[in-house]
């Protein structure tokens, strides 16, 4: 099947492989891609739509209009996460701005300032997508400096069918070449350490220059060369969940909930007609039974299906010879921060970066690069993920349990300093925003024993005055927005 | 022992803070103090006139200016009290190869497209043998510089004729001179004495004081050391380790000496690589400074004092003055209730300007984490995390300017040409090679445009490309290539020159010497 052109196998049924069929064929001039379609969904994969500011800037890159995928794809524009049941109080965990710095000075000093003074309102007040949420409402982000909603961004909540068909059908349109089968094995080179071909059940032979693994956690293509698993069940101990079918839904979508339970969390996602309902647990702390019967009554609906069993961590090396996984074939995480349609966009955007040159294969250099950044940005994905588990003030076995879990020392660090003086440090791969991270350690009851000097220095008269012009700013746009 | 009072920012005692060493580091720190955090400290300075300042004439980085407009310094007034010039980028002469000439500007090249930088393009274009020309002909910075042109960017910068930044260049004694105003304006009290010694505490080692030699002893709660190489309070009195450096940065030396300006007014630093090190020119408004920095195993001090003599362009201002350093840091530079600002923190030759740069991260790092009367092992972990990060950053691109050498004319050249290097620049070198890619870090200094500079004016070119500027047409290729050039030559010939845009608006005053 050789033309000249270097070919690339993407395997899978997926999103995650419409999206990297997409993506190459749109991006790289020259290249041949064929996708396999064994019509093995992953599950959790297709699921949950929520993304993050980053799809948009995937969409941006394949220069994939997003008011049209909206549109045709009956998606939804998401503004955050509500949580609830971790700590005392809800807080939103939006995209976004919370509150302008002043004389370079964060806004959250600011605010954990006028916080040790007294009342202060909750920090979620003075963000625009907490306030456009709490109304349900959406506006695009604006280009003029003054308005609230310049410091505005959003992700999509996808729904993901229909989403993986609109993408297959522009990936078409760029040449990609689909071909259905299952495989039935997988040939390795004399080594081993790289993949030769596939073979599929009807006997055909695949073989390519590069081989992406977008199946999902199975991960079965990459599974055939040297496989380290990194797994954080320590760290995250939510291993099962159960889903309901969409059901009409009442509530204008802008937002998800995500609530604390005894032995675990339920998540409520909103697509523009439906909502779907999420129950994840810890196998050690509750029985599948005991968890349907806690699902339907959180949902008011019955669980479909059986329990899908996570396991959550990472593959070392995610690109091995000429094999690279993507995706959740390369790290798996509960689905509590709309992290897996992200890390799909993120290793897309790295691997199209360190495409295989003229002379086809990649260097150890760009490998050890791409599997060093993805490690990194995976980490970070997991830390903040984390979070809530380590600050929580649930009084459950698992709770107790997962306060005192491994931390990394990354983690463990930034904690100790935030809690020391309210500062944030800067990481390499950061999947989050500053202020996404500010939002769940003030949400989840973290507050700095000291404060920044400089903010120390502002008079309180200015914070004020800066505090309220900001509620009103935010106040003047809903009621225009009524 | 009682846990710190709760601090709130309110009602917190003022720290007393003691500043060693009154040069460009000490009155910085002092003055950055005192501007910003009026209330929550009140500060000492101890310095001698008798033992005199390291500042040779000082080549900056763009940063200078966000430290003067955080301190409210007026700009004209600023530069025509210090002297100072404008400075766009480094210019590298003899670096690669003898009869080399680029220059690392403040800035980025090129325009690129769809999310692929520019130089894959203009790889790609070299490949193909298009008349690409040199990757500095598509920094407007590189061509103001090379028809000593100065304008300020427009303020809605990013674009093509936009892209740039600029520092100074400055006499560092004036800059400490005007500071001190700054700082004894704000309350700054400074004591002029010979330090001869610290007292500490017997149970946890704290600094307690430092000694003078009229004997008082100036109290306080934390400790700057600003005194330059000798490292008084780190080195000398909390005894931290010195990491050595210099097997990869071998230069230890530098002759400097001021002479006349000849000729126009460049708007950039010099670096002209020597037999056994390098030469900077760092034109001011009323005169050059010049300086050999080399390495002392592979030059005697007067040939190297000789060869400076030589090689400057106008009348000698004064008698060639030699400087002693080894390349290296402080394992910490905070210990105890003392952090280190500057020289005594660690040194890295001027190659790139970096020293003014060093000493603001350490005082921006100072100023958000001041402690209160008892250290938190969190901050001073912190701050040492923060100038570790920034030392080693720099430590490798300079190397990289070394390493990335075909020069094996003598033998200081053959030795640095030849040293193993460390493991991290060894990596990024590899990863450049393969396809222009350059790792970006959150944290620490010089980013992609500059790690392009140095890679591809020292003829470290990337074998390949990414792959998506494949995707232009040649033809759009060549025409996008030529519209740049025209646009950044239009845009610079409308801009004044370096001389009289300075005569305008900053000149020092009195007359040239």
Do not use: T
């Given at each position: 099947m050789s033309d000249g052109r270097r070919l690339v196998l993407v395997v899978g049924s997926g999103t995650a492989a419409a999206m990297a069929a997409t993506a190459i064929a749109r991006s790289l001039p020259d290249i041949r891609v064929v996708r396999l379609d064994d019509g093995e969904e992953d599950a959790l994969d297709e699921l949950l739509g929520a993304s993050r500011p980053s799809v948009r800037a995937f969409h941006g890159a394949l220069g994939v209009d997003e008011a049209e995928v909206v549109e045709r794809t009956r998606a939804s524009y998401r503004l955050g996460t509500r949580v609830s049941g971790w700590s005392d109080i809800p807080y939103f965990r939006g995209h976004g701005m919370y509150g302008e710095s002043v004389s370079g000075v964060s806004f959250h000093h600011l605010w954990l300032r006028a916080h040790s003074r007294g009342t202060v309102a909750p920090f979620d007040s003075f963000s625009i997508s907490a306030s456009l949420a709490s109304q349900s409402r959406f506006a695009a982000p604006s280009s003029q400096r003054e308005s609230p909603l310049a410091g505005l961004d959003y992700g999509l909540q996808l729904n993901l069918p229909a989403y993986?068909?609109?993408?297959?059908?522009?990936?078409?349109?760029?040449?990609?070449?689909?071909?259905?089968?299952?495989?039935?094995?997988?040939?390795?080179?004399?080594?081993?350490?790289?993949?030769?071909?596939?073979?599929?059940?009807?006997?055909?032979?695949l073989a390519a220059d590069l081989y992406i693994d977008a199946s999902g956690h199975a991960a079965g293509v990459r599974r055939a060369l040297p496989w380290r698993w990194i797994d954080w069940n320590a760290s995250l101990p939510v291993d099962r969940l159960l889903f309901s079918r969409p059901a009409a839904n009442q509530i204008p979508p802008v937002s998800d909930d995500l609530v604390a339970l005894a032995a675990g969390w339920r998540y409520e996602a909103r697509l523009q007609d439906a909502t779907v309902h999420l129950l994840a647990y810890s196998s050690a702390h509750e029985t599948d039974d005991q968890a349907r019967a806690t699902f339907h009554h959180a949902a008011g609906t019955a669980p479909r299906d059986q329990p899908v069993v996570l396991r959550q961590g990472r593959l070392e090396d995610p690109w091995a010879g000429n094999c690279v996984a993507i995706g959740s074939a390369a790290v798996s995480l509960e689905p509590s921060a709309a992290s897996s349609l992200h890390a799909v966009c993120r290793h897309l955007d790295r691997?199209?970066?360190?495409?295989?040159?003229?002379?086809?294969r990649a260097t150890p250099a760009e490998i050890a690069y791409f599997n060093r950044r993805t490690a990194l940005g995976s980490d970070r994905l997991r830390d903040f993920v984390q979070l809530p588990y380590l600050l929580n003030q649930r009084p459950e076995a698992l709770w107790r349990a997962a306060a005192a879990g491994p931390v990394s020392a990354e983690l463990a660090r930034d904690l100790?300093?935030?809690?020391?003086?309210?500062?944030?440090?800067?990481h390499d791969e950061d999947g989050f925003e500053r202020d996404e991270w500010l939002a769940s350690l003030i949400g989840l009851g973290v507050i700095p024993r000291r404060i920044d000097p400089v903010a120390a220095e502002l008079p309180m008269s200015k914070i004020q005055q800066r505090l309220e012009a900001i509620s009103t700013g935010l106040r003047q746009l809903m009621e225009t927005l009524q | 022992m009682s846990a710190p009072a709760h601090s709130n920012g309110d009602d917190v005692p003022r720290l007393r803070v003691v500043v060693v060493g009154g040069g460009t580091a000490g009155w910085m720190t002092a003055s950055a103090l005192a501007h910003v955090l009026p209330t929550r400290c009140s500060i000492v300075l101890v310095e001698s006139e008798a033992i005199g300042i390291v500042g040779v004439g000082e080549a900056t980085l763009p940063h200078i200016r966000a430290f003067n407009e955080r301190l409210g310094i007026d700009e004209s007034n600023f530069m025509a009290a210090t002297c100072a010039t404008y400075k766009l980028g480094i210019e590298?002469?003899?670096?690669g190869r003898i009869g080399d000439r680029y220059m690392h500007p403040f800035g980025s090249s090129g325009r690129g497209a769809g999310g692929v930088g520019f130089h894959h393009f203009w790889n790609r274009a070299c490949q193909l043998e298009l008349p690409a020309g040199q990757f500095g002909d598509y920094a407007i910075s590189v061509a103001m510089s090379r028809q000593c042109r100065f304008a300020p960017p427009a303020r809605q910068g990013g674009d093509l004729t936009t892209a740039y930044n600029y520092a100074y260049q400055f006499d560092a004694s004036l800059f400490a001179s005007y500071l001190r105003r700054i700082a004894e304006k704000q309350g700054v009290q400074r004591i002029e004495a010979r330090i001869v010694g610290a007292s500490q505490d017997a149970v946890n080692g704290n600094i307690t004081g430092v000694k003078l030699e009229d004997g008082r002893t100036i109290a306080g709660d934390f400790f700057i050391d600003a005194s330059g190489f000798r490292s008084l309070l780190l080195g000398e009195t909390l005894g931290e380790p010195f990491e050595d450096w210099s097997h990869w940065l071998p230069c230890d030396r530098a002759v400097a000496m001021p002479c006349r300006t000849e000729g126009a007014l460049s708007p950039f630093t010099s670096s002209i690589a020597m037999d056994a090190g390098w030469r900077w020119r760092i034109p001011l408004q009323h005169r050059t400074g010049n300086g050999y920095v080399h390495a002392s195993a592979f030059i005697e001090e007067q040939k190297a004092i000789d060869s400076l003599v030589a090689a400057v362009e106008g009348q000698p201002l004064a008698n060639p003055r030699v400087l002693r350093f080894k390349a290296g840091r402080r394992q910490r530079s905070w210990v105890r209730n003392c952090a280190a600002v500057g020289l005594s923190s660690g040194f890295l030759e001027p190659l790139e300007s970096t020293s003014i740069y060093l000493i603001q991260v350490a005082i921006t790092a100072l100023l958000e984490l001041l402690p209160d009367k008892e250290v938190s092992d969190v901050d001073r972990d912190e701050f040492n995390d923060l100038v570790a990060v920034e030392y080693d950053r720099i430590r490798d691109f300079l190397i990289l300017h070394y390493h990335a050498t075909r020069r094996r004319d003598t033998p200081f050249w053959n030795y640095v040409g030849t040293m193993p290097i460390p493991d991290s620049l060894a990596a990024k070198i590899a990863l450049f090679r393969a396809r222009g890619r350059v790792e970006p870090y959150a944290r620490g200094l010089f980013l992609e445009p500059s790690w392009l500079a140095v890679y591809l004016g020292q003829h470290v070119v990337p074998r390949d490309y990414d792959r998506r500027a494949d995707g232009m047409p040649l033809d759009r290729l060549d025409i996008a290539l030529r519209r740049m050039r025209v646009e950044i030559d239009q845009a610079v010939e409308h801009m004044p020159d370096h001389a009289d845009y300075i005569a305008s608006y900053c000149a020092m005053a009195g007359e040239r010497p």
């Open positions: 993986a068909q609109a993408l297959r059908s522009l990936g078409r349109a760029a040449g990609v070449e689909e071909i259905h089968g299952n495989i039935a094995a997988i040939l390795q080179s004399s080594d081993g350490g790289c993949i030769r071909a596939l073979k599929l059940a009807d006997g055909r032979e691997l199209i970066a360190c495409w295989p040159g003229h002379d086809s100790a300093l935030f809690r020391e003086r309210g500062r944030l440090s800067i | 590298f002469v003899d670096w």
